[in-house]
């Protein structure tokens, strides 16, 4: 008896915590993308100086081989109606997620400058994510959205994942956002395998495939 006693007391607390969690936060926006590409190098139009090089590095390349930037393309926002201060769009704020992990920002000594010894190091995190915005992103880096259906948008800016995503076989990933509530949907489409993108390499979609 005194065990069922403790099961039902157990199954209360439990109810209690669910009731003080309450429900999930309502998303205050549905944003669309395409995943356009991945690529295994960054090339720059103008070398860029780096303090972990005694020279203008031109490109960048992932320690880890099987490293690549995943190049997303956000093709339009449609944000609540009763999202009172709507919805703020930020590059810094989305993550590519895959297995239970997320992926985003730099870390030091992930990549390679020019194919040499030199690595990243963190005074040189900020300097790299611009030259790279500069050479692949569309789009602002952040924006206010008020209520309202925004398409063809066509935001286009990258996330590095550093070494190789378990099970992964060129398919659409998953694209995640930090900080408000929303649902993002990708499209389906497969992401181009390119070697290079940005300087003196082939180019990069800027669009989304129009919905069938």
């Known amino acids: ?24 936060p309502r998303a205050v ?5 395409q995943h356009v590409a991945n690529a295994h190098e960054i090339r720059f139009t103008n070398p860029i100086p780096l303090s972990a090089a005694l020279y203008r590095v031109g490109y960048l390349s992932p320690v ?3 490293g690549f930037w995943a190049i997303f393309v956000v093709c339009s926002v449609d944000v609540n109606g009763r999202a ?10 989305f993550r590519v997620s895959h297995e239970g992990r997320e992926f985003g920002g730099l870390p ?3 990549l390679r400058y020019q194919g040499q010894v030199d690595l990243n190091n963190a005074g040189d995190t900020m300097p790299i994510l611009d030259a790279i915005a500069a050479e692949i992103q569309e789009g602002p880096p952040e924006q206010v959205f ?6 063809e948008l066509n935001y286009r800016f990258a996330i590095f994942v550093p070494k190789a ?3 992964y076989t060129g398919e659409q990933l998953t694209l995640t956002y930090k900080g408000q509530p929303a649902i ?12 290079a993108v940005g300087g003196t390499a082939a180019g990069v979609a800027a669009a989304c495939v129009p919905p069938p």
């Open 29 to 33: 926006a549905v944003l669309h993308y």
């Open 84 to 93: 009172q201060r709507g919805f703020h769009y930020s590059v810094n704020n």
């Open 108 to 110: 030091p000594y992930s």
């Open 64 to 66: 880890d081989s099987q």
């Open 146 to 151: 008020q209520s309202g259906y925004y398409p």
């Open 165 to 167: 995503l378990a099970n």
């Open 184 to 195: 993002l949907a990708g499209n389906g489409k497969p992401p181009s395998d390119l070697h």
């Open 1 to 24: 008896m005194g065990y069922f006693i403790r099961r039902i007391g157990m199954c209360m607390a439990l109810l209690a915590l669910a009731a003080c969690a309450g429900p999930k």
